[in-house]
């Protein structure tokens, strides 16, 4: 297969974690590694005291880049000091959500900078076994990924006794086997027990207290990890001078759909606003379209129309809060502003439709991603997303009805939020948000009246007389 066209940064990027991505003649290989700087931070973090590390990845504010935000050095401050189960380690590269493309472009291309920031995180927490779950339809990245494990264990930085520290750890590659509710984390670790990727109700609500073999277990996305490492090389103070309070480091954004240069971008945290992203960086719409819709971090964010308006609070010059009016294209890069405009940055994958595209149509083709996915434990969620799926299909093949609309935005309302993992909102916030938004598009597609109610096949026979 020929080698994909390499991509040349965006001068405004500021890569850090990407730093090597598509540099011309980086190779995947330990060598390529060691003389580009490679394990020099595993080799600073060995000197440290495990718990300033932590106390470094707190200082830093970084937030989880698997989807949820979650501060990192929060999570990892749930293990107990002195616990005495054994602690493991799992690296999320499961990278299923529609839209984000980033995990799979650090496995193939740098795949030891991820494999020494779970080294430094393994230390840090005291563990001495990890895993790295990765997507069953990522073979070839598994294969990358054994290969380096194989690399670090040769030149001591895996296995015993680990740069003559004492400090002992294994890295095991698992496969998943292609379903989307296995990146939910507790499905995870169901799959990686070897059972069926059913996610476990809550309490408790960390796998960091009760995960992996019912021992505490903390999960981090593969973008997350590796930004530990460079936390450990410049100190969590000056990590979090990157970016905005609250919001820090760089952060890689891959985006798709109706721009003139799709691609992946690592950006500095609300640094550039959503407009400038696609305008300047991706280039704008392609000739002769407009912009009408964007779901702003991976399939499960809810959708912004092109032309929405939010009234937000800043802080103002005296630092009191005051109220601002901004445009979606106004709307900054981070996790706080996408939030406070009621979607979220999630997992980075900014999916944009420009006027050429059919917003029923669209969302169909989301429902029938999320109905196929749902793993089928909780009632609303196994039914829901499969009743939102079938009144699609119906609005597409143009036996739309009028209250269509209102059933979807009923059905989606009464799945958020009733379910035992996020997938209920994962699945709900698409419908909710495109049917609010496009109000017109679901109208014209449900014009037919509502036929009148038909009893059941056995109280039909009832009614006109059969016998039983
Ligand atoms: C349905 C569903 C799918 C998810 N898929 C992924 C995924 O593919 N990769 C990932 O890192 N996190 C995924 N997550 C989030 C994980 O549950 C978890 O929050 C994350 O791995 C924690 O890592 P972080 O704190 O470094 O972000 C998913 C969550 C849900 C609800
Ligand atoms: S919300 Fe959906 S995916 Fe999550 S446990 Fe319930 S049925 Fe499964």
């Given at each position: 297969?020929?080698?994909?066209a390499?991509?040349?940064?965006h001068?405004?990027?500021?890569?850090?974690?990407?730093?090597?991505i598509?540099r011309?003649?980086?190779?995947?290989?330990?060598?390529?590694?060691?003389s580009n700087?490679?394990?020099?931070d595993?080799k600073?973090?060995?000197?440290m005291?495990?718990a300033?590390i932590?106390?470094?990845?707190?200082?830093?504010?970084?937030?989880?880049?698997?989807?949820?935000g979650?501060?990192c050095g929060?999570k990892?401050?749930?293990i107990r000091p002195?616990?005495?189960?054994?602690i493991?380690?799992?690296c999320?590269?499961?990278e299923?959500?529609?839209g984000?493309?980033?995990d799979?472009?650090?496995?193939?291309q740098?795949p030891?900078?991820?494999i020494e920031?779970?080294?430094?995180s393994a230390?840090a927490?005291?563990v001495h076994?990890?895993?790295l779950?990765?997507?069953g339809?990522?073979?070839?990245?598994?294969k990358i990924l054994?290969?380096?494990i194989a690399?670090a264990?040769?030149n001591?930085?895996?296995g015993?006794?680990i740069l003559g520290?004492?400090f002992?750890?294994?890295?095991y590659?698992?496969?998943?086997a292609?379903a989307?509710?296995?990146?939910?984390?507790t499905?995870?670790?169901?799959s990686?027990e070897g059972?069926?990727?059913?996610?476990?109700?809550?309490?408790p609500?960390?796998?960091?207290v009760?995960?992996l073999?019912?021992?505490?277990?903390?999960?981090?996305?593969?973008?997350?990890?590796c930004?530990?490492k460079?936390i450990?090389r410049?100190?969590?103070?000056?990590?979090a001078k990157?970016?905005?309070?609250n919001n820090?480091?760089t952060?890689?954004?891959?985006v798709?759909?109706?721009?003139?240069?799709?691609?992946?971008?690592?950006?500095?945290?609300?640094?550039m606003?959503l407009g400038e992203?696609l305008n300047d960086?991706?280039g704008?719409?392609?000739p002769?379209?407009?912009?009408?819709?964007i779901?702003?971090g991976g399939?499960s964010?809810?959708?912004f129309?092109?032309?929405?308006?939010?009234?937000i609070k800043?802080?103002?010059?005296?630092g009191a809060?005051?109220e601002?009016?901004?445009?979606?294209m106004d709307?900054?890069m981070d996790f706080?502003?996408?939030?406070a405009c009621g979607?979220?940055?999630?997992?980075?994958g900014v999916?944009?439709?420009?006027d050429?595209?059919?917003?029923v149509?669209?969302?169909n083709?989301?429902?029938?991603?999320?109905?196929?996915?749902s793993?089928?434990q909780c009632t609303?969620?196994?039914?829901?997303?499969l009743?939102?799926?079938?009144?699609t299909?119906?609005?597409l093949?143009?036996?739309g009805?009028?209250?269509?609309p209102?059933?979807l935005a009923?059905v989606?309302?009464n799945?958020?939020?009733k379910?035992i993992?996020?997938f209920?909102?994962a699945?709900s916030?698409p419908t909710?948000?495109?049917?609010?938004?496009?109000?017109e598009e679901f109208a014209?597609?449900?014009?037919k009246p509502?036929?009148p109610?038909t009893?059941p096949?056995?109280?039909?026979?009832?009614?006109?007389?059969?016998s039983h």
């Amino acid at each position: 297969m020929p080698a994909p066209a390499r991509r040349i940064p965006h001068p405004r990027e500021k890569r850090m974690v990407f730093a090597h991505i598509d540099r011309e003649g980086y190779t995947p290989d330990i060598a390529c590694y060691l003389s580009n700087g490679g394990y020099e931070d595993l080799k600073k973090a060995v000197t440290m005291a495990p718990a300033d590390i932590v106390n470094e990845v707190k200082a830093s504010a970084l937030r989880g880049r698997g989807g949820a935000g979650f501060p990192c050095g929060v999570k990892w401050g749930f293990i107990r000091p002195g616990e005495t189960k054994p602690i493991y380690l799992i690296c999320n590269a499961d990278e299923s959500e529609p839209g984000t493309f980033k995990d799979r472009y650090i496995i193939h291309q740098d795949p030891h900078q991820l494999i020494e920031g779970m080294i430094i995180s393994a230390f840090a927490l005291n563990v001495h076994l990890a895993y790295l779950y990765i997507r069953g339809e990522f073979p070839q990245g598994a294969k990358i990924l054994e290969k380096a494990i194989a690399e670090a264990k040769a030149n001591g930085f895996l296995g015993k006794n680990i740069l003559g520290t004492g400090f002992d750890l294994e890295i095991y590659v698992h496969r998943g086997a292609g379903a989307y509710i296995c990146g939910e984390e507790t499905g995870l670790i169901e799959s990686l027990e070897g059972k069926r990727a059913y996610p476990r109700i809550k309490p408790p609500y960390f796998p960091a207290v009760l995960g992996l073999y019912q021992c505490p277990t903390i999960v981090n996305n593969v973008e997350t990890l590796c930004h530990v490492k460079h936390i450990v090389r410049m100190g969590g103070a000056e990590f979090a001078k990157i970016g905005t309070p609250n919001n820090t480091g760089t952060r890689i954004v891959g985006v798709s759909g109706d721009v003139q240069r799709p691609g992946y971008f690592e950006i500095e945290v609300g640094s550039m606003t959503l407009g400038e992203l696609l305008n300047d960086l991706c280039g704008g719409p392609k000739p002769g379209r407009k912009f009408k819709a964007i779901i702003p971090g991976g399939s499960s964010a809810k959708v912004f129309r092109a032309d929405e308006r939010f009234k937000i609070k800043v802080k103002g010059q005296d630092g009191a809060m005051v109220e601002k009016e901004i445009g979606v294209m106004d709307i900054p890069m981070d996790f706080d502003t996408m939030a406070a405009c009621g979607s979220m940055a999630g997992s980075g994958g900014v999916i944009v439709m420009d006027d050429t595209r059919d917003m029923v149509e669209t969302l169909n083709n989301l429902n029938q991603f999320y109905a196929h996915e749902s793993c089928g434990q909780c009632t609303p969620c196994r039914e829901g997303s499969l009743w939102m799926r079938k009144i699609t299909d119906r609005m597409l093949a143009d036996g739309g009805v009028e209250s269509d609309p209102a059933t979807l935005a009923s059905v989606s309302n009464n799945i958020a939020g009733k379910t035992i993992c996020a997938f209920g909102e994962a699945c709900s916030w698409p419908t909710m948000s495109f049917v609010a938004k496009f109000p017109e598009e679901f109208a014209a597609r449900a014009t037919k009246p509502i036929p009148p109610p038909t009893p059941p096949e056995f109280l039909s026979e009832t009614l006109t007389g059969g016998s039983h």
